[in-house]
């Protein structure tokens, strides 16, 4: 599976930035998918997953301001973030994963295929 990740930037606090992840290799409705974001001297953290039935599930720190979607269709997972904050600045990535079932605590520990970060800089 590959996966292309795109759509970072500098955004000013309280903008908002959509990133998108085309995957290719393997049937797109078959993966479960997910957004990883690493800010530096910090752990790698899972911001949002995506199941292959479409539930969506959040970290806590983005609840309410991230939205993640899937179009099976064109093969893409999107992350819509809104009201950032200087905190959300992060190299953020596109995950895949093969498991029927899994959970986020499963999800976070890693997920089967990666994507190349892209740069998200919120400035305040």
């Known amino acids: 599976v590959q996966l292309q990740a795109f759509g970072g930037g500098l955004v000013q606090a309280g903008d908002s930035l959509r990133l998108s992840c085309a995957a290719s290799?393997?049937?797109?409705?078959?993966?479960?998918m997910g957004w990883f974001r690493q800010a530096p001297g910090k752990e790698r953290e899972l911001v949002a997953a995506?199941?292959?039935?479409?539930?969506?599930h959040y970290s806590g720190s983005v609840k309410g301001r991230f939205t993640i979607s899937r179009d099976n269709g064109k093969n893409v997972v999107n992350l819509q973030m809104n009201s950032l904050k200087a905190e959300d600045t992060a190299v953020y990535y596109c995950?895949?994963?093969?498991?029927?079932?899994?959970?986020?605590?499963?999800?976070?520990?890693?997920?089967?295929?990666w994507g190349k970060g892209t740069l998200v800089t919120v400035s305040s």
């Open positions: 995950a895949a994963d093969n498991r029927i079932t899994g959970s986020w605590d499963e999800y976070a520990d890693g997920m089967d295929y």
């Open positions: 290799g393997r049937t797109f409705s078959s993966l479960n």
């Open positions: 995506i199941t292959t039935g479409g539930s969506k």
